[in-house]
């Protein structure tokens, strides 16, 4: 994928540097692609609509305020374009070509599956976009992006111009729409096939509609053979990541679409020069034809950097290419899990290699200025870290002040810590569910944190049905219980978590409080909210006090891959300052401690006493 540009290349291109306008164009096309592409799903005018709106973005650019609200502003007009051709449309119906003789590279579901290789449940995500109605089709391509890392929840409430609250409802409602639509997508697949579904579907003329949706759906609900479509759906957030961006298509270029746009000289008349004319000649009546639209010369010397800028851009657009069948994958306006090895029965060395790859472009770069050193330790209760073994760890544990730490064990015998810094043991999985493993953490003290991640592969992996038959026996130690702590969505209505605490309220079973992990892809200052957002939307949901297990910042998709320094101390500024005020945040822990091998990038300590710039933010926080 192109490389989104920073602020000071928008500033450069609204002040006219053709250089720059080649950048910001290559960088953003194929964000603006992916939205009009899965809001005008099936339709060959899609690559119309996105030179429409990179017309206007470039027409308009040197008129932008406010240079750091560029991708807000554009995705406003990008959805402004769809919503007229969306009225254009109801106004002169043209009707679906067959799928046998329309342009290929129009079906933008056929091109995501195909460039992204898409299969199992994400494939089938993808084809029931679809069956989604109009208005759904547009709110998806803002949260699908949303959900993948590319764009902000405020960046959709901006371009959507509506409430916070109201774009939330929204979102809730098309996701309900589109789990529909993927049960549909799977009646209609099954093998063998529903001899009634068959026998209803004799007169549908084969094109997705409201009407069939709902008719096949209903049916599903009814029939013995085709209700089981509606289990084991993956929640689309896991799904999406991975497949944010889809590849510019080679048509679109062959259109001149993109070596027109690519013209850095078309955004500002600072940026005409002489030599227009021949400029015009050399690349084509079409370059010729856009140049005259907006009205401005092109020099050849930008055109022809712009084809270049662009032909590369158009060639490597996808973000990543996912291409296991249905793996578990989190939410990447959200959460990224952590791979650690299920532990033995005394003990777990976790490794803080990432297993997932949710796609995210990192909407700030990293600020070049150093962040203030700070030598004095705030200890806190609330304050603890997530620790493996490392060189110093007793030093660090005591020099960060931490109130609390956990290794995800039954036990720190392998990694003891100060007299006054609280160990906290965890019953990993399901074959730590062992009288000896319950009794050795009875002995550390009066709190036990539940599964880790029951809700990934390679974590705990149970099922709710699973963890609930085991709970009792966590219960019976009469310690304070912490739930069992997923790696995403403990806010979602059907997730794990939330169909674990119905049976657990139904069954009469005790649970003291809620942990949660959350580790999110977008870098920027925004993920402060985005954070505890979630903080507050899971603790709003089940009333009970919260533990943050684990959480950070980590872009497993794209690169960067870990944020800078600065944007760490940033974000442990921000996020412990909001839990150390919510009364009902007890407390939270960073992942991880050590900061060596593959958690340099991301952990606080180097050794016992050498706190990295983050780590003395996080010293610094209580």
């Not at 199992?120 to 069956?131: F, I, L, M």
């Not at 993956?234 to 080679?250: I, S």
């Not at 027109?260 to 400029?279: D, H, T």
């Not at 009794?439 to 709710?464: C, W, Y």
Request: proline residues 6%.
């Amino acid at each position: 994928m192109a490389e989104q540009p920073d602020i000071a290349v928008v500033i450069a291109a609204r002040d006219g540097d053709p250089v720059a306008v080649d950048r910001l164009v290559a960088g953003y096309l194929p964000l603006v692609y992916t939205i009009v592409g899965r809001a005008l799903e099936g339709h060959a005018d899609v690559d119309d609509v996105v030179q429409d709106v990179m017309l206007r973005v470039l027409r308009n650019l040197g008129d932008l305020r406010e240079p750091e609200a560029f991708r807000s502003w554009l995705v406003a007009i990008t959805v402004r374009q769809v919503r007229e051709r969306f009225r254009a449309r109801r106004g002169a119906p043209e009707a679906l070509l067959h799928e046998d003789i329309r342009d290929p590279g129009a079906d933008f579901t056929d091109l995501s599956i195909t460039r992204l290789e898409l299969s199992g449940q994400r494939r089938e995500t993808a084809e029931a976009t679809r069956w989604l109605d109009e208005d759904n089709r547009e709110l998806l391509s803002l949260w699908w992006l949303e959900a993948s890392g590319e764009l902000t929840r405020d960046e959709i409430v901006d371009a959507m111009d509506v409430t916070r609250q109201h774009a939330a409802v929204r979102i809730q409602r098309m996701k309900g729409q589109l789990e529909t639509a993927r049960v549909v997508v799977r009646a209609l697949t099954a093998n063998p096939p529903c001899l009634d579904l068959q026998m209803l579907t004799t007169e549908w003329d084969g094109r997705p509609s409201p009407l069939w949706r709902k008719r096949i759906a209903r049916h599903t609900r009814e029939c013995r053979y085709c209700s089981p479509a509606w289990n084991g759906l993956v929640a689309a957030e896991r799904l999406l990541a991975g497949m944010a961006l889809v590849p510019l298509p080679a048509g679109l270029m062959g259109k001149g679409v993109l070596a027109s746009l690519g013209a850095g000289g078309v955004a500002s008349s600072k940026a005409a020069a002489a030599g227009g004319a021949a400029a015009s000649k050399s690349v084509g009546a079409g370059t010729a034809k856009i140049a005259a639209k907006v009205g401005f010369s092109l020099s050849r010397k930008v055109m022809t950097a712009a084809l270049s800028t662009t032909a590369v851009a158009g060639g490597t657009a996808a973000v990543v290419v996912v291409q296991k069948s249905d793996p578990p994958v989190a939410t990447a306006a959200v959460v990224a899990p952590t791979t650690r090895p299920a532990p033995a029965p005394s003990t777990v060395k976790p490794s803080p290699t990432p297993s997932v790859t949710p796609s995210a472009t990192p909407s700030a770069t990293p600020t070049t200025k150093k962040p203030a050193v700070v030598v004095t330790a705030k200890a806190s209760k609330k304050k603890g870290v997530g620790v493996w073994e490392f060189t110093g760890t007793k030093a660090a544990l005591g020099d960060v002040g931490a109130g609390w730490y956990y290794n995800w064990s039954s036990n720190n015998r392998s990694m003891p810590g100060p007299a006054d810094v609280e160990f906290v043991p965890m019953i990993w999985g399901k074959a730590n569910v062992t009288d000896s493993t319950l009794a050795e953490a009875k002995k550390e003290g009066k709190i036990l944190l539940g599964f880790n991640e029951p809700d990934m592969d390679g974590q705990a992996k149970m099922s709710v049905e699973d963890a609930l038959a085991d709970w009792p026996k966590l219960q019976s130690t009469g310690m304070r219980l912490g739930s069992p702590a997923v790696a995403f969505g403990g806010d979602t209505a059907g997730g794990w978590l939330d169909r674990f605490m119905s049976g657990a309220k139904d069954k009469n079973y005790r649970v003291d409080f809620i942990t949660l992990h959350w580790y999110g892809s977008d870098f920027s200052p925004a993920a402060v909210d985005q954070f505890l957002g979630y903080v507050d939307a899971v603790h709003k949901r089940y009333g009970k006090p919260i533990w943050v297990t684990e959480y950070g910042l980590m872009n497993f998709g794209g690169s960067p891959k870990y944020p800078s320094q600065a944007q760490l101390v940033t974000f442990i500024n921000g996020t412990t300052r909001g839990m150390q005020k919510r009364s009902y945040v007890e407390r939270y822990a960073w992942f991880g401690l050590p900061a060596v091998g593959d958690s340099v990038d991301f952990g606080l300590y180097k050794d016992g006493n050498s706190p990295t710039d983050a780590g003395k933010a996080y010293k610094a926080a209580g």
